[in-house]
Every structure is written in C-alpha cells, then in structure tokens.
C-alpha cells in the first residue's frame, strides 16, 4: 500500500503541507477561519511537519495503538474513539506503531489569526500565549465541535456557513479556555460580560439587518458588528433575547420569506430559494419541510 505521502490528493480547502500527507480517499471543506476534513488511512511510520496552523484530531474510527511524540514527549496512546489530539501551530508531530494500524479521524484546521481575533475581541491579549500540545486525551466539547462540522461536511454545509462560523468562534474560545497557557486565566478573561445583555435598540438593528440581507450570505461577524459585540458574546446575548441562536434565527426567517413568495407569487422555486438566502431547491425544501412540515411545492398549492 502506497503510504500517504505517495498517494494521489483529492482534498480541496486544506492546507497545502497537510493535504500533501493525506489519502485519496480523504474530502475537506473550509468555513472562514477553520478547515475541516475526514481521514481514513493506514499507519506505520508518519512524522506530519510543523502545520501553519492549530490542528486538532479526533478519533472516529476503531481503537488503535500507537506512539505519537510532540514537544518532545512519548505519548503511548490507545487511540480510543473520542480521543483527541491538539497540535499547535508550528509543532511537528511523529506517529509510529509496531504494526500498520487503521485510523479514522476527524480533523480540524484553525487558522490562528482567526482564534487571535476572537480572542481580542474578548478582551484577551494573545501576546505571549500558546496553545498546549497534547495527545490521547478526552475533551467532549471538542469532540462536539468535531462531530458538528463532520455533520456540515458530510451533509455537503446544508446549515450554511453562518453554522460553521459560530462553531469555529466557540471552538477558538473553548481551545483558549481549555489548551493555552492561559489556563484557567483565559476562562476568566473571555467569560468577562462587557457589554451587558442586548439592548431593545440593538435588537432591533440586528434583526431589521438580518431582514434586509436574506438573500445574501450573511457571518456571525458581519452581524454582531451590527450591535458592536464580538461574535461569542453576541451569540449568547441573541439567544437570551430571542431564545434561538443567530444561526437558526436566520434560518427560520428564510423560511417564511419563502412561505410569503411561495403563497403570494408565481415566482419560479429556484427563484424563491434565491430571494429566501438559500443555495438551491434541495436546501430551501429541506428547510421548509423541517420547520414547516411541507415541501415547497406543497405550500404553494395549498395556497390555491
């Protein structure tokens, strides 16, 4: 078998130094600040060169045995699935095991300007602070992360990019939080509630902007910017006024622009998928019939 190195590449949106390691048989897709793809191989010897970027790994598949060296430390792992490993930005990372072993992962590629950003923009001055290596442990929220965009990307991102961009935002936090040097400082710092709840005025501006802009990609920057917060405080402000999340707000107000052009216009479907904010027929139907119970053809007829 062809190792990794020697195999034909077939991810797109990957880093190019991590793609070139990767199988055939690998597929990726990238949201703004984070990369994402599922990986089946088999492994031996594998030493993956310092990435550009934080990487994190989640095991998906069945338990393996290895040894993984980073920073200069042996971890003997056994490669349970939900085991995770952090890889920071700049540090190589050696695999190697007796026999060949198969590995399933799932991983996740975080461009560390954008956890920087986030990070300033709650307050956290990133100057001096690492991500910390580690290898074989646990950490449900990151492996909730993980299975949440491997959802988006199996699923061909039919939540949309605003979906991924929140979970790449909660994703930078929590790797703050819980992987930097910070240590428990950094869950103070960015747990900090600056600006208070949301304002009826700012709630207003949001939601007129979300209103206006339907049909166009709309980010979690791009609206949060409209209440002057940062995207993590936005989401948790928004959802206590609203009790939804900015992601699934948008959506609902996708569908019942379309219910109002299905009922009150002949327009064509991918039409109304266009004007609504939605990709295409398939994805603005799967909505409908989610929130609605019924495809879009079946309401426009029931509208006589």
């Known amino acids: 078998m062809p190792s990794p190195a020697e195999s034909e590449i077939a991810i797109q949106n990957l880093p190019e130094e991590l793609s070139r390691l990767l199988p055939s048989t690998s597929s990726g897709k990238a949201w703004g600040g984070v990369s994402v793809a599922r990986v089946g191989q088999v492994v031996e010897e594998l030493t993956v060169p310092a990435l550009s970027a934080h990487a994190i790994m989640v095991n998906i598949g069945s338990p393996f045995s290895m040894e993984e060296r980073l920073d200069g430390r042996l971890y003997r792992t056994f490669g349970n699935k939900g085991d995770i490993a952090v890889i920071p930005a700049g540090r190589p990372i050696e695999f190697s095991a007796r026999k060949p072993q198969e590995v399933e ?25 690492e991500l910390v290596g580690s290898v074989g442990g646990r950490d449900p929220k990151l492996e909730q992360f993980g299975l949440s ?3 988006e990307l199996e699923n061909e991102a039919v939540l949309g990019g605003l979906y991924a961009e929140s979970l790449a935002t909660l994703l930078a936090v929590h790797l703050l939080r819980s992987h930097s040097s910070l240590g ?7 747990e900090q509630d600056p600006s208070g709840a949301l304002s009826g005025s700012a709630l207003r501006r949001v939601t007129d902007y979300i209103e206006d802009n339907l049909a166009e ?8 910017g409209v209440a002057h917060m940062s995207p993590f405080h936005f989401s948790r402000v928004f959802k206590l006024a609203t009790g939804l999340s900015p992601h699934r707000y948008v959506v609902g107000r ?21 004007l609504s904010g ?3 027929q398939s994805h603005l139907a799967k909505h409908t019939r989610r929130l609605l119970g019924a495809a879009p053809r079946s309401l426009r007829l029931a509208s006589g």
Not at 217 to 224: A, G, V
């Open 105 to 129: 992962s799932f991983i996740m590629h975080l461009d560390p300007a954008f956890v920087d950003r986030i990070a300033q923009a709650e307050g956290v001055n990133t100057e001096g602070i």
């Open 149 to 151: 965009l491997l959802s």
């Open 278 to 280: 939605f990709s295409d």
């Open 217 to 224: 990609t709309l980010t979690l920057s791009e609206i949060s």
């Open 184 to 190: 428990r400082g950094a869950a103070r710092t960015v």
């Open 254 to 274: 996708r569908v019942e622009r379309a219910k109002d052009l299905l009922t009150n216009t002949n327009l064509p479907l991918h039409e109304v998928a266009r």
